[in-house]
């Protein structure tokens, strides 16, 4: 899919959607067609592999120059539904400044760029190109902080679970999270290498303004890793905990269910001792009187003090 945009000056700043490729436009990209990819690249005078580059699910962060085409590829968060549980995600994003437009191209749509297209963003224009993509990176930088924190307060949420828990299912969720928080420690390290390298790049800090939304843009990503790893490092700790827990409860269940087999043997073992065919038990030739009576007395007696010693020891 491609959408065409190009921003109107003005006190209010709107994006108008146009119909083809005019100077100063932006190019939104989502899971192009391979026709689309040889459409844009033909009327823009950009290299199909720059286009292609961000369609590639494993591409890592990185810059790559050609002419005067500069392509930026960076990871962005996503979420995604799976098990009837979010999980959190990394896709390429690919930038691309030209000398007259920017084209961004990505596997999904974004939410990022959707803030941009949906008028949530205020003061950003599609002909300042360099400033454009800065504010991009740095909503890049602020989605990693809002899934972050996301997953913190799921966390939270799956640890209250934890006291009455004895399934895997906890730990499954637990390790979900702490997968997530891998591969955006792996994307942001990428991104602030990528970003390092842009500081030496003259055309993104044309205006002193441009160098501010840079240093905002590093700023937060390097926040974003200090979240990454703090959450990380508790997550592995709450995992260790969850499984000790988990482990703890499956304990107590063991140890009651053995004190409740004690106790239920007790009967067995009188009715094994008067059901034996021998001589010279207690009323065993007596045709009628108190024994059946006296054996469940003892056996009730035997079941009372077992408990009662059980429940000392905190086996109940």
């Known amino acids: 899919m491609i959408c065409i945009y190009r921003s109107i000056s003005g006190s209010n700043p709107a994006l108008q959607k146009l119909d083809s490729i005019e100077p100063g436009c932006w190019i939104n990209m989502v899971s192009p ?3 689309e990819i040889l459409l844009v690249s033909k009327k823009s005078d950009v290299p199909v592999e720059f286009l292609k580059a961000a369609l590639d699910e494993e591409e890592t962060s990185r810059i790559d120059i050609e002419d005067n085409n500069i392509l930026f590829i960076v990871d962005i968060p996503f979420t995604e539904m799976e098990e009837n549980s979010l999980t959190y995600d990394t896709y390429p994003l690919g930038i691309i400044h030209t000398e007259k437009i920017v084209i961004t191209i990505c596997l999904k749509s974004s939410k990022i760029l959707n803030d941009f297209i949906d008028g949530n963003i205020r003061s950003f224009y599609t002909f300042k190109r360099s400033r454009f993509i800065l504010q991009m990176l740095y909503r890049v ?3 990693f902080l809002v899934s972050l924190r996301q997953i913190d307060k799921k966390s939270v949420m799956i640890q209250k679970k934890l006291h009455k828990s004895m399934s895997n299912k906890v730990l499954m969720q637990l390790l979900s999270l702490q997968n997530s928080l891998v591969y955006f420690s792996t994307s942001l390290k990428a991104n602030e290498i990528t970003l390092e390298k842009m500081v030496k790049l003259d055309i993104m800090q044309k205006y002193e303004e441009d160098k501010d939304v840079l240093e905002d843009v590093i700023i937060e990503n390097k926040q974003a890793i200090e979240m990454t790893s703090i959450y990380s490092n ?13 482990s703890n409860n499956l304990n107590l269940v063991m140890k009651l269910l053995a004190s409740v087999t004690i106790v239920m043997s007790i009967p067995d073992i009188f009715s094994g001792i008067f059901g034996m065919n021998v ?3 207690p009323w065993s030739s007596a045709p009628s009187g108190p024994g059946f009576t006296v054996v469940m007395a003892s056996i009730g007696v035997s079941i009372l003090i077992a408990t009662i010693f059980l429940n000392r020891k905190n086996m109940f």
Do not use: F, K, P, R
Request: include cysteine; glycine fraction near 4%; hydrophobic fraction near 40%.
């Open 279 to 281: 001589t010279g038990l």
């Open 234 to 246: 508790i997550l592995t700790v709450t995992m260790d905990a969850c499984a000790n827990v988990i």
């Open 33 to 35: 067609s391979e026709q």
């Open 141 to 143: 930088s602020s989605y």
